[in-house]
Protein backbone atom coordinates (compact mmCIF):
# COMPACT_ATOMS: atom_id res chain seq x y z
CA UNK A 1 0.00 0.00 0.00
CA UNK A 2 1.29 3.50 -0.75
CA UNK A 3 1.78 6.28 1.43
CA UNK A 4 -1.16 9.12 1.15
CA UNK A 5 0.18 12.59 -0.47
CA UNK A 6 -0.57 14.69 2.47
CA UNK A 7 1.05 18.21 0.45
CA UNK A 8 -0.60 20.44 -0.33
CA UNK A 9 -0.42 23.32 -3.50
CA UNK A 10 0.65 26.13 -1.85
CA UNK A 11 1.26 29.45 -4.52
CA UNK A 12 4.27 31.22 -4.52
CA UNK A 13 2.76 34.35 -4.74
CA UNK A 14 -1.03 34.67 -3.07
CA UNK A 15 -2.30 38.05 -3.82
CA UNK A 16 -6.74 38.93 -2.83
CA UNK A 17 -7.50 40.32 -5.88
CA UNK A 18 -7.22 36.31 -7.55
CA UNK A 19 -9.40 34.44 -6.24
CA UNK A 20 -8.46 31.84 -8.27
CA UNK A 21 -4.83 31.30 -6.24
CA UNK A 22 -6.99 31.47 -3.02
CA UNK A 23 -6.24 28.47 -0.98
CA UNK A 24 -10.05 27.65 -0.70
CA UNK A 25 -9.71 27.22 -4.70
CA UNK A 26 -6.19 24.71 -4.10
CA UNK A 27 -8.47 21.32 -3.79
CA UNK A 28 -11.49 20.25 -4.36
CA UNK A 29 -12.63 19.37 -1.31
CA UNK A 30 -12.41 23.19 0.60
CA UNK A 31 -15.16 25.16 -0.93
CA UNK A 32 -17.65 21.83 -1.29
CA UNK A 33 -16.94 20.76 2.30
CA UNK A 34 -17.58 24.39 3.40
CA UNK A 35 -20.34 25.17 1.19
CA UNK A 36 -21.94 22.17 2.42
CA UNK A 37 -21.41 23.00 5.97
CA UNK A 38 -22.91 27.03 5.42
CA UNK A 39 -25.43 25.74 3.18
CA UNK A 40 -26.67 22.90 6.21
CA UNK A 41 -26.99 25.29 8.55
CA UNK A 42 -29.19 28.20 6.66
CA UNK A 43 -31.55 25.27 5.30
CA UNK A 44 -32.00 24.35 8.85
CA UNK A 45 -32.49 28.29 9.59
CA UNK A 46 -35.16 28.77 6.46
CA UNK A 47 -37.04 25.29 7.83
CA UNK A 48 -37.42 26.36 11.38
CA UNK A 49 -38.43 29.87 10.30
CA UNK A 50 -41.06 28.10 7.82
CA UNK A 51 -42.14 25.91 10.50
CA UNK A 52 -42.73 28.56 12.75
CA UNK A 53 -44.36 31.05 10.30
CA UNK A 54 -42.30 33.81 10.24
CA UNK A 55 -41.57 32.69 6.77
CA UNK A 56 -44.48 32.07 4.74
CA UNK A 57 -43.85 29.57 1.98
CA UNK A 58 -45.61 30.83 -1.27
CA UNK A 59 -43.70 28.70 -3.30
CA UNK A 60 -45.53 25.44 -6.14
CA UNK A 61 -44.12 22.74 -4.33
CA UNK A 62 -44.83 21.88 -0.55
CA UNK A 63 -42.07 23.12 2.02
CA UNK A 64 -41.20 19.75 3.15
CA UNK A 65 -40.73 18.68 -0.52
CA UNK A 66 -38.29 21.34 -0.46
CA UNK A 67 -36.30 20.73 2.56
CA UNK A 68 -36.04 17.09 1.39
CA UNK A 69 -34.92 18.28 -1.98
CA UNK A 70 -32.26 20.62 -0.64
CA UNK A 71 -30.75 17.82 2.15
CA UNK A 72 -29.95 15.52 -0.85
CA UNK A 73 -29.24 17.29 -3.71
CA UNK A 74 -27.87 20.75 -1.94
CA UNK A 75 -25.86 19.52 1.16
CA UNK A 76 -25.19 15.66 0.02
CA UNK A 77 -24.31 16.71 -3.93
CA UNK A 78 -21.73 19.29 -2.19
CA UNK A 79 -20.35 16.89 -0.06
CA UNK A 80 -20.28 13.82 -2.40
CA UNK A 81 -18.95 16.08 -5.23
CA UNK A 82 -16.02 17.48 -2.56
CA UNK A 83 -15.11 14.56 -1.39
CA UNK A 84 -14.96 12.42 -5.36
CA UNK A 85 -12.88 15.54 -6.38
CA UNK A 86 -10.51 14.56 -4.08
CA UNK A 87 -10.35 10.90 -4.05
CA UNK A 88 -10.36 10.76 -7.29
CA UNK A 89 -6.67 13.21 -7.14
CA UNK A 90 -5.33 10.39 -4.79
CA UNK A 91 -6.66 7.11 -6.60
CA UNK A 92 -5.32 8.49 -9.76
CA UNK A 93 -2.23 10.99 -8.61
CA UNK A 94 -3.04 13.43 -11.05
CA UNK A 95 -3.67 16.64 -9.65
CA UNK A 96 -7.68 17.76 -9.76
CA UNK A 97 -9.32 20.15 -10.27
CA UNK A 98 -8.58 23.74 -8.75
CA UNK A 99 -8.68 27.52 -9.23
CA UNK A 100 -11.22 28.93 -11.64
CA UNK A 101 -12.43 25.52 -13.26
CA UNK A 102 -13.20 25.15 -8.88
CA UNK A 103 -14.62 28.32 -8.82
CA UNK A 104 -17.48 28.03 -11.76
CA UNK A 105 -18.65 24.82 -10.73
CA UNK A 106 -18.68 26.05 -6.68
CA UNK A 107 -20.93 28.97 -8.62
CA UNK A 108 -23.08 26.63 -10.36
CA UNK A 109 -23.55 24.73 -7.50
CA UNK A 110 -24.90 27.58 -5.67
CA UNK A 111 -26.95 28.99 -8.20
CA UNK A 112 -29.07 26.23 -7.94
CA UNK A 113 -29.47 26.72 -4.62
CA UNK A 114 -30.37 30.34 -5.28
CA UNK A 115 -32.61 29.19 -8.41
CA UNK A 116 -34.77 26.42 -6.51
CA UNK A 117 -35.16 28.71 -3.33
CA UNK A 118 -36.53 31.61 -5.27
CA UNK A 119 -38.10 30.30 -8.40
CA UNK A 120 -39.37 26.84 -7.55
CA UNK A 121 -40.21 26.00 -11.55
CA UNK A 122 -39.99 22.71 -12.57
CA UNK A 123 -37.70 23.22 -15.81
CA UNK A 124 -35.39 26.00 -14.53
CA UNK A 125 -34.31 24.12 -11.82
CA UNK A 126 -33.79 20.86 -13.53
CA UNK A 127 -32.06 22.88 -16.81
CA UNK A 128 -29.58 24.51 -13.79
CA UNK A 129 -28.94 20.89 -11.92
CA UNK A 130 -28.48 18.92 -15.12
CA UNK A 131 -25.46 21.76 -16.04
CA UNK A 132 -24.24 21.21 -12.58
CA UNK A 133 -23.90 17.73 -12.94
CA UNK A 134 -22.69 18.07 -16.54
CA UNK A 135 -19.76 20.45 -15.78
CA UNK A 136 -18.64 18.16 -12.61
CA UNK A 137 -18.45 15.25 -15.37
CA UNK A 138 -16.71 17.25 -17.73
CA UNK A 139 -13.96 18.17 -15.04
CA UNK A 140 -13.59 14.92 -14.12
CA UNK A 141 -13.12 13.53 -17.72
CA UNK A 142 -11.16 15.97 -18.51
CA UNK A 143 -8.65 15.74 -15.77
CA UNK A 144 -8.53 11.86 -15.14
CA UNK A 145 -9.13 11.02 -19.24
CA UNK A 146 -5.64 10.55 -19.62
CA UNK A 147 -5.16 8.39 -16.70
CA UNK A 148 -8.19 5.98 -17.71
CA UNK A 149 -6.88 5.30 -20.91
CA UNK A 150 -9.72 7.73 -23.07
CA UNK A 151 -7.91 9.96 -25.32
CA UNK A 152 -9.27 13.86 -25.52
Not at 22 to 34: Q, T
Not at 68 to 89: P, R
Amino acid sequence: MRPINLTEPVPTEFKLSKPHQWPLFMLGFRPFFLLAGLWSVLAILLWQCILNGTLSWQAQIPATLWHAHEMIFGFASAVAIGFLLTAAQTWTGVPGLSGKGLITLSAIWVSCRIIFFFLCRQPITIATWANFLLAFCHCLFESYAGVIGFKT
